[in-house]
């Protein structure tokens, strides 16, 4: 450590930024943290190679190897590259997206805690709320830079694979390309969409530990178990506020006149759950003693 | 046993002042902390650091001051009292002038140094962005670090953590410094900087609050100490203070033949004397030390050497606890 006095230019007072500047400074390194960590580069890429594989297969058996099985789209794949799009996003939704959210949520105010960068950050200080805020929107990009993945290469592989045609809808109507690909993308935010309240329990389940992987596996077993729930009839009055049960309603889109009720009820359904743990994700994390 | 609750600084012997000293940097009073375990693990301590002081913050291991330093920078809410950093009893307003390094350094394994120290620069909402890089390098070179700066932190050795956790502490012109444990995994050699680093920071004005389980490490830098024990403060206030609180002795050593003289002269100048060969031991007590070795000398005695004992730090620790410094629990 040099002793040597480390000359100060002589500046003028610096201007203190504007909060909106200070927020999105700290919002992007918390993006270039989430974004840029080599393990979940790894996730994105393994959720990537889904539709490649998923198209590859479906190419060289040139079958139809899902003809039967699950809903009616998994078997136009190959008459139609556009359907990779939704087959992939379908084929994730059980497991391998609920493991994403979980990893990335979970890790959000767990990670830090663990690494004890948790205290540092809050004694520079960055107010509670603020950093919540910053986390839930670095968990909310990943989980949207997770579907986008499997949409993009979904996309680029069925194109190539297939090609892309007019869209004939579950009804046997046929839309044109562009209104079609319109409908893709719908299925794809819709999917997006339905992630987010998966996302405020994992923020949640983040809070109450200083062990992230504790907070990842709550996570992933949230979505499993309401998945499990799902199927018993005997709950059925308690299915339609399930975290799971609208997610596979993204397939209103492929009809030829979507029911707009079930989207909204689906979504509801999410904004429902981001408000209530959001909302336990706030008041823990505000109140809670920091001794990690 | 209950150790007895010496407070010497008279700023906070009061215990019912109505606010913040404005003179304290950090000041608490009756400063409590219950875990949910049921733990008291600091109980109604009234801690006054002074502005411009090196306040040593010392006790064994499981004492308290980690936890003190947390309720103080607002990371746990303490169980009852209250505290107040730089006359603020929000720390939230204050911590932009706050320098902290707690419970060891933390930053994110697969991150460079440099990068961790741009991330924590980025959320400081009322730093300047377009310094960042070079309070950056400053802070890096002010702990020597600058070299390793693009190795990802993983890689770094204990020393080179606990000097990045310093770099932080340093990324802006603070007014106060907390560091907890600053010197924990340094070699001697570092720990020597750690020091000279305090005192430099100390002569451009800056407050720092520093506190260790080793006794000796840090306490040649401080103007005042405080002393932790089992939760509770045992003592605070300037250095001085602890001259008051334990026995100084002298220790003289005379020629062959002069034990007999020596010990007669001491004796008149009102000390109960102990010889053993060569070598006569005595309480100072109130007596002026200078005058000792005139006195013998004055009698003709030959005085081959002349040593005052002031009392050690853990001497006082284990006279105000009756304990040993070790972990207390
Ligand atoms: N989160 C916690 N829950 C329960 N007890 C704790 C917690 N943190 C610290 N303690 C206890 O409080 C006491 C003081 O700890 P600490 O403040 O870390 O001491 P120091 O920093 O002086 O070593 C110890 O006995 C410790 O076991
Ligand atoms: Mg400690």
Redesign the interface.
Known sequence: MSLAETPTPATAPAPVPSMAAAYWRLQRSELRLVLGRRRNLVLLLGLAAVPLLLGLVLFFTQDTALDGQGPAFLGRVTGNGLFLVVASVFLCLPFLLPLTIGIASGDAIAGEASAGTLRYLLTVPVGRTRLLLVKAVGALAFAAAAVSAIAVVGLVAGAALFGVHDVTLLSGDTVPLGAGALRVLAVVAYVGLSLTGLVAVGLFFSTLTEVPVGAMAATVVVAIVSGVLDTIPALSSIHPALLTHHWLDFAEFLRLEPDWAVIGGGLAVQAAWVAIFGALAWSRFTTADVTS | MTAPAVTVDPASASGDLPGADAGSAVQTRALTKRFRSGQVAVDGIDLSVPRGAVYGFLGPNGSGKTTTI?MV?????PTSGTSWLLGSPE??TV??R?G?L??????????TGRANL???D????????R?AARRAS?AL????LLAAEGKPYRQYSLGMKQ?LGLA?ALLR?RELLVLDEPTNGLDPQGTR??R??IR?LAQAGTTVLVSSHLLGEIEQVCTHLGIMSRGRLLLQGPRSVLDQRGVTRVMVTVAPGHVATAAGVLRVLGLDVSAEDHALNAELGALEPARIPAALVHAGVDVVGFEVRRPSLEQVFVDLTGEGFDVAR
């Open positions: 947390r920078l607002g990371l746990v809410r720390p939230a911590l932009s706050v902290a707690v419970e060891g350094p933390g930053f994110h394994p697969y991150l741009l991330r924590l980025a959320a400081d909402a009322t730093a300047d962005p310094t400053e070179e002010r702990v020597g000097r932080a012109p900087e750690v000279l680093l430099e």
